[in-house]
T-cell receptor, first 115, second 112 residues
Framework: AQKVTQAQTEISVVEKEDVTLDCVYE???????LFWYKQPPSGELVFLIR??????QNEISGRYSWNFQKSTSSFNFTITASQVVDSAVYFC????????????FGTGTSLTVIP | DAGVTQSPTHLIKTRGQQVTLRCSPK?????VSWYQQALGQGPQFIFQ???????QRGNFPDRFSGHQFPNYSSELNVNALLLGDSALYLC???????????FGSGTQLSVL
């Protein structure tokens, strides 16, 4: 069975602070993908990053960075110098090859950036 | 290049009624997946359509059914609506079942 846990339900930070969103996953598959999506109030899930299980390199994209650690089954997301526009609900998701790549989402972390 | 479009954006139904939600995938995509997102929860997989056939299904009752048309657009049908079916229904498309999904803005269904 696949499972994604986002223990942080809500986080509030002051603008320009750094914030890390935690994601822990469970899977018995050796081939899988991990994702982060952003959901603004409009409802649409916006793709942020995809990482496959064979690539543990961390990635940085502008103010966003991701830390993938298979040893702890974690895929954490850090926003540096947060901005008000970063306020949204963020979802971590897992897609396992043997299950036809259906997505398993965590319950999301609601981030509020206070100006 | 249009993204994933869903209609209607909002819908109000009463218990026992039937509803049909529609989705047009992103241009060039041939696979459509449907997800249900209850308030405060993450999206849950309902089913996926490819080549006009249901390829995979999540843990949802038979009251939930779907269809994919030759132009790759898709419908989600829910029969005998229950109060618990109230949720945001998200459509996602991809190419060839590729693991990267593009989502629409969803249809907000309220069952009274």
């Amino acid at each position: 069975a696949q499972k994604v846990t986002q223990a942080q339900t809500e986080i509030s930070v002051v603008e320009k602070e750094d914030v890390t969103l935690d994601c822990v996953y469970e899977t018995r598959d050796t081939t899988y993908y991990l994702f982060w999506y952003k959901q603004p109030p409009s409802g649409e899930l916006v793709f942020l990053i995809r990482r496959n299980s064979f690539d543990e390199q961390n990635e940085i994209s502008g103010r966003y960075s991701w830390n993938f650690q298979k040893s702890t089954s974690s895929f954490n997301f850090t926003i540096t110098a947060s901005q008000v526009v970063d306020s949204a609900v963020y979802f971590c998701a897992l897609s396992a090859f043997r299950e036809g790549n259906q997505f398993y989402f965590g319950t999301g972390t609601s981030l509020t950036v206070i100006p | 290049d249009a993204g994933v479009t869903q209609s209607p954006t909002h819908l109000i139904k009463t218990r026992g009624q039937q509803v049909t939600l529609r989705c047009s995938p992103k241009s060039g995509h041939d696979t459509v997946s449907w997800y249900q997102q209850a308030l405060g929860q993450g999206p849950q997989f309902i089913f996926q359509y490819y080549e006009e056939e249901e390829r995979q299904r999540g843990n949802f009752p038979d009251r939930f059914s779907g269809h994919q048309f030759p132009n790759y657009s898709s419908e989600l049908n829910v029969n005998a609506l229950l109060l618990g079916d109230s949720a945001l229904y998200l459509c996602a498309s991809s190419f060839g079942g590729e693991e990267k999904l593009f989502f629409g803005s969803g249809t907000q269904l309220s069952v009274l």
